[in-house]
């Protein structure tokens, strides 16, 4: 097996023997990479390669993309591929072909390929281990190429040297013996829950629904089996709390929410809570403890899908749970109160645990659950990025700096409907045009500064027709910023313009406040520990906000928060299903964690 000392401490032209086939037919990338030794860590020894691949001239990164196969092309049929594509080609079965589907597929596939190679005029590349090292079905790597032949030239170069590297990655694990052992255990626990959905069609799993209750019960038992006294609390949170040996000490938080947005993804907030057990489990396994306990939380809602209110477990953790919120009814008049009752029914009685837990299920115990601040060190949270930032920077994590506050408001503009045909253009009162001036208003303005963001999702024309002039246009506004000055700067700017252009255009404004969530910057003394634990894996540190909003941002009223961003694939995109992380991420992620816990301090905590 080749080993990081082997590495370290060979000639150039060792170090490039050694890495041969780890890029197909391109010596250049160890080349390049051998100054940046020595390398602590294998990670480390993956980023800087793929660094060489990033910053290498666009002719060079293109020569790398066509020295790729195609994926069950002629040189696989003919055996004719490298020794590490032919091992990837045939554990998916693309070298060969057999009666009926297969044989279909693997046409399709070969069709693909030239439609592909038309297009872009380079092979279509795929890690067809995927995203755990285990395999592709043909079906998903036929719906990749599909999804890929409408992406934008560039984008698709930037696409397929990620791919290449997840490729070296996975064969560099195999050359070096190295097996993701933790993030292979999460990615599988990502997946089991994933198979409780209240929809067939995709993964939702809604507050209190059968899904959802079944998903606690599993959180609770993988807690209990990495050592955790845990129970179900009284509005869902699963909470398993490993002890120290020191009866007297405070306690760590840790966690984020197990509910999902309807048709989402697998890993948002879920590999938060699966990532601290699995660690834990870990720790438990080897006899060690810490000197103060760690509690991990999977919060019960975070989206707010079923009763149209985000943060219902956070809020009741920290003590500012609305209980007005439990006669809220749902899409079919169910109320919170009757849907925590049927939950506790469908669960049995639960008696409270040896910790004194509050019963489960039981809407009269919320209050009870709040946290004691002065007991309480911090609250770290691992989640996954919902963003490209980390995938465009190739890193496997990032420091959250700030989570970004939110201002949503709902615009109404009533101008006058009128004959398409015979309404002059300068006598319109066009509330569709209206609309259209206040969208580019807000991306020009939100423009104006790193962390600001702007978006109008939901854009309507009620009753429209279409030779009529809209009379009435219905929007919405989100803005946003890791900073609370810099987001209020704007939305004044953006509000002053929308009255502008109603004014010069005679159309009525409504305009109704629906949110306003103040930004929740990180705490510094927690970030830095975090960093340092990345920095002893080999990892450059990069700090980023979350433009995203996450049981953190509550918690940051009860206790200092820190965030570990993990790096996503397929562009960063989340909230739905196409939503991935490797396990290889996963792995360096509760290693961080665990090296975070091991090495962590609280001399510095400032509450």
């Known amino acids: 097996m080749l080993t990081l000392e082997t590495l370290n401490h060979c000639s150039t032209a060792e170090f490039i023997e050694l890495l041969e086939g780890i890029y197909e037919h391109t010596p250049w990338v160890a080349e390049r990479s051998a100054a940046r030794r020595p390398f602590k860590s294998l990670t480390a020894l993956k980023s800087a390669l793929q660094h060489s691949v990033a910053n290498a001239p666009r002719a060079e990164q293109l020569q790398l993309i066509r020295a790729h196969p ?22 998916v079965g693309l070298n060969r072909a057999s009666a009926g589907d297969d044989t279909h597929e693997l046409e399709t596939i070969q069709q693909l390929n030239a439609a592909y190679l038309s297009r872009f005029a380079f092979p279509f590349v795929l890690a067809v281990k995927g995203h755990d090292g285990r395999g592709l079905p043909r079906e998903a790597i036929i719906a990749a190429m599909r999804r890929r032949l409408k992406a934008h030239h560039d984008d698709e170069i930037a696409e397929s040297l990620r791919q290449i590297g997840r490729i070296a990655e996975l064969r560099l694990n195999q050359r070096f013996g190295f097996t993701p052992e933790l993030g292979a255990t999460i990615v599988g626990w990502c997946e089991t829950l994933a198979q409780w959905s209240d929809d067939e069609s995709g993964l939702t799993c809604t507050y209190l629904s059968h899904s959802h209750r079944r998903c606690a019960a599993l959180l609770r038992r993988w807690m209990e089996e990495a050592g955790m006294q845990a129970h179900i609390d009284a509005i869902g949170n699963v909470v398993g709390r490993y002890r120290s040996d020191r009866p007297q000490a405070k306690t760590l938080l840790t966690g984020s929410h197990y509910d999902t947005v309807r048709n989402g993804g697998k890993y948002d907030g879920r590999a938060g809570v699966l990532l601290p057990i699995a660690v834990i489990g870990e720790l438990h396994r080897r006899g060690e403890k810490l000197p103060f306990h760690v509690e991990v939380i999977g919060f019960a809602d975070e989206e707010g899908v079923r009763y149209q209110n985000t943060f219902l477990g956070s809020s009741a953790i920290i003590g500012e749970f609305d209980m007005s919120l439990l006669e809220r009814t749902d899409a079919d008049g169910i109320t919170m109160r009757a849907a925590l009752q049927n939950a506790r029914e469908a669960a049995g009685e639960i008696p409270r645990d040896t ?84 969208i580019l208003l807000v991306e020009q303005r939100c423009g104006a500064a790193p962390t600001l963001v702007g978006t109008v999702g939901q854009l309507q024309v009620p009753g ?144």
């Open 464 to 607: 429209g027709s279409i030779n009529v002039v809209p009379g009435l246009c219905r929007l919405s506004l989100d803005i946003r910023a890791a900073d609370d000055g810099t987001r209020d700067a704007a939305l004044a700017d953006i509000l002053l313009g929308v009255q502008a252009i109603c004014a010069r255009r005679r159309i009525d404004l409504k305009l109704e406040q629906v949110l306003q969530a103040q930004a929740a910057p990180c705490a510094p003394w927690l970030m830095q520990q975090l960093g340092a634990a990345a920095e002893r894996a080999g990892i450059d540190v990069l700090t980023l906000p979350s433009g995203a909003g996450h049981d953190a941002m509550a918690m940051g009223r009860l206790t200092d928060v820190a965030m570990l961003f993990v790096r996503c694939g397929n562009g960063g995109i989340s909230h739905n299903p196409l939503e991935t992380v490797t396990a290889d991420d996963i792995d360096v992620s509760a290693r961080i964690f665990a090296d975070f816990l091991q090495h962590f301090t609280a001399e510095q905590a400032n509450r």
């Open 355 to 438: 910790a004194g837990a509050t019963s489960t299920y039981a809407a009269e115990a919320i209050p009870g659950l709040a946290r004691n601040t002065r007991e309480v060190l911090g609250f770290v949270e691992v989640h996954i990025e919902q963003g490209p930032v980390l995938l465009e920077r190739d890193l496997p994590v990032g420091i959250v700096s700030s989570i970004a506050g939110s201002c949503r408001y709902l615009i109404e503009l009533t101008g006058v409907a009128g004959h398409a045909g015979t309404t002059p253009m300068a006598l319109r009162r066009d509330a569709a045009t209206a609309a259209a001036e206040i």
């Open 70 to 91: 195609e994926l069950a092309g002629k040189q696989a049929a003919a055996g004719t591929l490298t020794q590490e594509s032919t091992a990837e080609q045939s554990s």
